[in-house]
């Protein structure tokens, strides 16, 4: 039987998917031609612009921060995919390979939730929203240290854990905002 926790994962998830699912047949993968460091920008650039908007408390561009985090999921899993993929690789792949790599990385993803919900007791559902976002930026800071340092760490995760992380927080964040269906 699913927790309340699984169900509503699926149904953030499965909004993502369809919106990433659609631009997939809308514009191919486009998406195959960035260069990690400019999809931890683009990353980045939601994940400002979800703070700013926190902080200031009002938009001058009439989408709230529900796109963004959306943005940040879909952006996470074009780099994990972009992480399996080589330049031997096609730019344009074909929709059933897109879907079927997509799946492959949001399942790897919630699985590392649900381990990590277990051993923290689901301390995100006590966490504001807020803090949610400084710890999307901070692993995003983190996977450009770690992308300067061309991939070397000492001890720490590689840029994998730190985008499977910022799909997860961005997936409590849109819970917490009242997305899922659950």
């Known amino acids: 039987m699913q927790t309340n926790t699984d169900t509503q994962y699926d149904s ?17 993968t486009a998406w195959r031609i960035l260069r990690s460091e400019s999809i931890t920008d683009q990353i980045f650039i939601k994940a400002q612009r979800i703070r700013t908007l926190e902080e200031k408390k009002v938009s001058k561009v009439d989408e709230g921060v529900i796109p963004e985090y959306i943005g940040i999921i879909n952006y996470c899993i074009i780099a994990l995919i972009q992480l399996e993929l080589t330049e031997n690789d096609p730019i344009e792949l074909p929709f059933a390979d897109v879907e079927r790599l997509y799946n492959a990385k949001i399942n790897e993803t919630k699985a590392l939730m649900e381990n990590k919900n277990h051993d923290y007791g689901e301390a995100w559902r006590d966490m504001r929203i807020s803090s949610l976002t400084d ?8 996977v450009k240290q770690i992308e300067d340092n061309k991939g070397l760490t000492i001890v720490s995760e590689g840029v994998e854990a730190n985008y499977q992380d910022m799909i997860n927080y ?9 997305i899922a269906d659950a």
């Open 12 to 28: 953030v998830i499965n909004n993502c998917k369809q919106l990433f699912f659609k631009k997939a047949k809308d514009y191919g």
């Open 135 to 142: 710890l999307i930026l901070m692993k995003i800071f983190r």
């Open 170 to 178: 961005s997936v409590f964040a849109l819970i917490r905002l009242g």
